[in-house]
């Protein structure tokens, strides 16, 4: 994967949503409930393939967070934006850690059918239309993202303009 930050080089967002949550499993569950509202006040229905695609993104990427690049005393964020990059809709996700020293695998394998745990880089990368991990931006740590894309065609008009 990548390293590469933002879908499009000075492309500002549609929208953008942005939340630091305890490094923490209730943290994690909360952001995916606020990611999913956010995409639904977007115009992305919560039954929709878009919100549902999303929000397990985020799951597995928050819960990765807590689980894998917790620190004591430091907060994950979540950034989740939505721009238009020419005929498409980019929809991503970021959620940034404070640790640096355990970043993801960028060829993540299937594991064995009976590992329950495991799944969820997989999971993301069959999902995602691409994903990468860059460092932070600022103070020591990494940001992994997902992006969906899809045709504008297929966007949804939201009712709300919220966020």
Known sequence: MNQETSPATGVAPVHEFSMRFTSSTRGARLARTLVSRRLDTWGHPYDGDVNETLTLITSELAGNAVRHG????????????????????????????????????LAPHEPPGDQESGWGLFIVARLASRWGVAPRDCGPGKTVWAEWRLPKARVQIGHSSGG
């Open 70 to 105: 917790h620190v004591p005393g430091r907060d994950f964020q979540v950034r989740l934006t939505e721009t238009d990059v020419g005929e498409t809709r980019v929809l991503r996700v970021e959620v940034t850690d404070t640790r640096l020293e355990r970043v993801p695998p």
